[in-house]
């Protein structure tokens, strides 16, 4: 059986534009949604996001580029750079042996927007020849693997906010059964326009709560909608002996991979949780188990909706039954919004600083409990933890239900 180790990481998020500042920000309680500054809010009811902030896309790539490149790309682009970097992983490893997993759930929705705009104003000769390569789902997977040099797969996964943490999981499957030798992992999200955040509204996802600390608030009683998050994450996996071999600073080890689908409804997940604790469940099995419950932590995915907050308490209790009010439970969306295809990748980074640094990141803006969501949410303050298995979970609209286990590389 062979060893899947995290060697790099890289993100772009509403709490910072790289890892270390956004990893200071999220274990500080602090979060990033403000009023929406993209675009006049006349007319919508959802009035807040979490926006990336400050972002200077010409430290990765050139002024030409950024024109061609849909701004989810250029997210995408930017976390890979670091985790590339991060990992050292170029230059050391057989080009066909590298892969790429970088998924999408939308795509390229500004690109979208803009060039059906520009095609209703001005003509079909005005529409930028780069509009299919914008917005097809695929196009930040191609870019990071151009950029990286990945000959190896190179694969998007479309499965709505469960995306990115697939893209982790199909990645370490590939490692682990041989096909790769290292990937790299991730996804990217810039959804935050007008039309995106009017069809979400009108689908009746979205929190309309105005006041951005009382938005996105994962399991309180009061949470009324998701707070739509912006960037991209990256993690690089490599193979264990091959990260040893060159010498290279192993964050973490993958340890097991459970995916499920609810088939039940294209929005609504299981009234019971049975698919995401069957996900769970196959992570923890395939991750040996745990010896104490009080050293596991789950980054769950915590959307602040009144139902996925509630059946995801039901699948964490279903997986472990009563050793589920041991564990520490947060969601990091309260601090980065939700960011939709990046989100499972975002929380996989978060998960794996965790168990490096012995620091459980805090669900922050909770204040009500709510006796269905009965279990440690960790509320607004980081907790130091001696953590033996942290898991991430990712459930989407399609019944999408994944889960990733990490442990410390032994």
């Not at 955040?197 to 909608?225: M, W, Y």
Request: proline share 4%; aromatic share 6%.
């Amino acid at each position: 059986m062979r060893r899947v180790v995290v060697t790099g990481l890289g993100t772009v998020n509403a709490l910072g534009n790289e890892v270390a500042t956004a990893w200071e920000n999220v274990t500080a309680g602090k979060h990033g949604i403000t009023t929406i500054t993209k675009f006049d809010l006349t007319g919508f009811r959802a009035t807040v996001a979490a926006e990336v902030k400050g972002f200077d896309p010409t430290l990765y790539m050139d002024r030409q580029e950024i024109r061609r490149y849909d701004l989810a790309i250029q997210y995408a682009v930017a976390a890979a750079d670091q985790a590339g970097k991060d990992s050292g992983i170029e230059g050391t490893i057989d080009p066909k042996r590298l892969a790429c997993y970088f998924s999408s759930g939308i795509g390229g929705l500004n690109t979208m927007a803009e060039e059906e705009q520009k095609f209703l104003e001005k003509g079909p000769r005005r529409v930028s020849p780069f509009t299919i390569t914008n917005m097809m789902g695929n196009g930040s997977a191609g870019t990071v693997a151009i950029k990286h040099g990945c000959k190896g797969a190179c694969l998007s996964i479309a499965t709505a906010c469960a995306s990115s943490l697939n893209a982790i999981g199909e990645a370490y499957r590939s490692i682990k059964d041989g096909y790769s030798d290292a990937a790299f992992a991730g996804g990217t999200e810039a959804a935050i326009v007008p039309l995106g955040v009017a069809a979400f509204i009108n689908c009746q996802a979205l929190s309309c709560t105005a006041d951005p600390d009382r938005a996105s608030i994962p399991f309180d009683k009061e949470r009324n909608g998701f707070v739509m998050g912006e960037g991209a994450s990256c993690l690089v996996l490599e193979e264990y002996e091959h990260a040893k071999a060159r010498g290279a600073k192993i964050y973490a080890e993958i340890c097991g991979y459970g995916v499920t689908c609810d088939a039940h409804h294209i929005t609504a997940p299981d009234p019971e949780g049975e698919g995401g604790g069957d996900a769970i469940a196959q992570a923890l099995e395939q991750a040996g188990g745990y010896q104490d419950a009080t050293k596991v932590y789950i980054n769950a995915h915590g959307t602040s909706t009144p139902m996925n907050d509630k059946i995801e308490t039901l699948a964490i209790k279903r997986a472990f039954g009563e050793d589920a009010k041991k564990l520490m439970v947060s969601s990091t969306k309260g601090a980065v919004g939700h960011m939709m295809g990046a989100a499972g990748a975002t929380e996989a980074v978060f998960s794996v600083k965790a168990l490096e640094t012995g620091i459980v990141p805090p669900t922050v803006g909770y204040q009500v409990p709510d006796p269905e969501c009965d279990l440690d949410v960790v509320p607004n303050t980081a907790r130091e933890a001696e953590l033996e298995l942290v898991l991430s979970t990712s459930l989407g609209f399609g019944g999408h239900n994944a889960c990733v286990a990490f442990r410390k590389a032994e």
